[in-house]
């Protein structure tokens, strides 16, 4: 019986594991279509084009975008892994293995975290300078 109830235990924190690993991936669809747009938005002509420094500094955004995209790229495939490692642990005896399992997401958690919020303060900055220099 209290086997029964630790692997219970068990599949429902896997299960909740797997909710989190689902949101994560579907943050990250949200954050590539924010991406599309301030993509476009810099390689677009609807700022003054007389405003100092403009060249460069919607390169310097483009530049912090590529760098964006490769984390996110990086921490997706960490995620992949992640999951596909979920769909390994079976057996309660494991615990080993499930506590690694456990502090591989924490971290990952953690990652993505500071991912989505350096996205954030990106985009932040982005609307906040082209804002001013739009053509209106």
Request: glycine share 2%; net charge positive.
């Amino acid at each position: 019986m209290a086997k029964q109830q630790i692997t219970s235990k068990q599949n429902e924190k896997l299960k909740e594991l797997h909710w989190k690993i689902q949101q994560w991936k579907t943050q990250f669809q949200v954050i590539d279509d924010e991406i599309l747009f301030l993509e476009r938005l810099l390689n677009s002509s609807a700022f003054k084009s007389n405003t100092p420094n403009l060249f460069e500094r919607l390169e310097d955004y483009k530049t912090k975008i590529e760098e964006l995209k490769y984390n996110l790229k990086t921490i997706r495939n960490s995620i992949s892994v992640h999951e596909n490692s979920l769909g390994k642990i079976l057996d309660v005896s494991e615990n080993k293995n499930n506590q690694q399992y456990y502090q591989v997401h924490n971290q990952l958690n953690t990652d993505i975290s500071n991912c989505y919020k350096n996205f954030q303060t990106l985009k932040s900055e982005i609307f906040n300078y082209t804002g001013t220099i739009l053509i209106t």
